[in-house]
């Protein structure tokens, strides 16, 4: 039997309720899985519960940052943090995410190895085929946090 996943808050910077993923479901070299429930996207959501369809944007964001976490846990390294800089191709088949409706989160890597990472992403329902939402994200990944230091840190 396979040991469990990390926490999604083990393995991304996020913290609280900015920290949106469940868990992680499935993981390989290429590609990683992720549950959510909107409902746990309180600071989100509308006063009815429901979230935005973009929001899924951060999802997959957060699920492409899970798969750099566990790949450099798998190779004994450190995680490197990353930028979101656009995407493409996005498709918003809904308007809005319900609360209580579980969705799975996709990442698969489509293209790049270091510095510019492309990542072909999708929102679905649990045990549904069609995406809710899709999209391709270009992600910059920095060598360390340093990196992408702007001007002064901020006083405490």
Known sequence: MREPFPTVAELIPHSGPMCLLDRVLEHSPESTVCRVDPSGSLVLARP?????????LEYMAQCVAVHGGLLARS??????PGLLLGSRRVRL????LAPGEILRVSAHHHAGESALVVFECK????????????ARLNVYIAEDWRELEIGEPLDE
């Open 123 to 134: 929102v679905a329902r649990e045990g549904g085929e069609d995406p809710l939402v899709q």
């Open 48 to 56: 009815d519960g429901s979230v935005p369809a973009w929001v899924a």
């Open 93 to 96: 088949d809904a308007r809005d």
């Open 75 to 80: 190779s004994g390294g450190k995680s490197r």
